[in-house]
């Protein structure tokens, strides 16, 4: 697509509840990242896939998170159990691969966890 | 683990002013990026500084890297209500595997 897509804009879940975030990324592009934001915060990084691969799943905040890509494209992020300090925005990214070039964002998921 | 810290954290400027904030590492970076994030939305990629010493300029903005490649600045001239946002650098972790966010400024443009 023209942009990096993610689904669904807004999620409000209850706490013990999984959730899966949906990213979609431009066509193309091989890298692919999650970052988690929270209000008036920076960037926390989550992980980031080459293809299909995460070399570095260590920015994962917990084993209740993971992550998975198929295909090369669409990835998506699940949170299991969700607790209320999951709440945040979380935003994918997409770059055509290397460490050059910039990277484009989606407009994120905001996660509320009641 | 490797952080790019940023300073000043916050910035409350008057229209006109001029705005620098400072981005450092404790480790050599093999490249640097700069985005804007305006209230609400998400990071736009501005440029990304490559080289020891380079200088780029985007009409107001002008980006830094430093010899070292350890530090970095981002400066606007005559700074506009639509300069308002958070200003964030970016580099890769020494492992590569990571690509880490500075801590941003957050600038505001008093008009």
């Known amino acids: 697509g023209a942009g990096v897509s993610q689904s669904p804009s807004n999620k409000v879940t209850e706490k013990g509840k999984d959730v899966e975030l949906r990213c979609d990324p431009i066509s193309g592009h091989t890298a692919l990242y999650w970052y988690r934001q929270s209000l008036g915060q920076g960037l926390e990084f989550l992980i980031y896939?080459?293809?299909?691969?995460?070399?570095?799943k260590s920015g994962l905040p917990s084993d209740r998170f993971s992550a998975e890509r198929t295909g090369g494209s669409v990835s998506t992020l699940t949170i299991q159990r969700t607790q209320q300090e999951d709440s945040a925005v979380y935003l994918c990214a997409s770059s055509s691969g290397g460490r050059g070039g910039g990277y484009t964002f989606g407009s994120g998921t905001r996660l509320t966890v009641v | 683990g490797q952080q790019v810290m940023q300073i000043p954290q916050y910035q409350h400027v008057q229209e006109g002013e001029d705005f620098t904030t400072y981005c450092n590492s404790s480790?050599?970076?093999?490249?640097i990026q700069w985005y804007k994030q305006r209230p609400g939305g998400h990071p736009v990629f501005l440029i990304q500084l490559v080289k020891s010493g380079e200088v780029k300029k985007q009409k107001r903005l002008t980006f830094q890297f430093g010899e070292a490649k350890k530090n970095s600045s981002l400066h606007i001239t005559a700074t506009q209500t639509t300069d308002v946002g958070t200003y964030f650098c970016?580099?890769?972790?020494?492992?590569?595997?990571?690509?880490?966010f500075g801590t941003g400024t957050s600038l505001t443009v008093i008009p």
């Open positions: 896939f080459q293809g299909n691969s995460a070399p570095d």
């Open positions: 480790t050599t970076l093999s490249n």
């Open positions: 970016a580099a890769w972790s020494n492992t590569g595997n990571q690509f880490y």
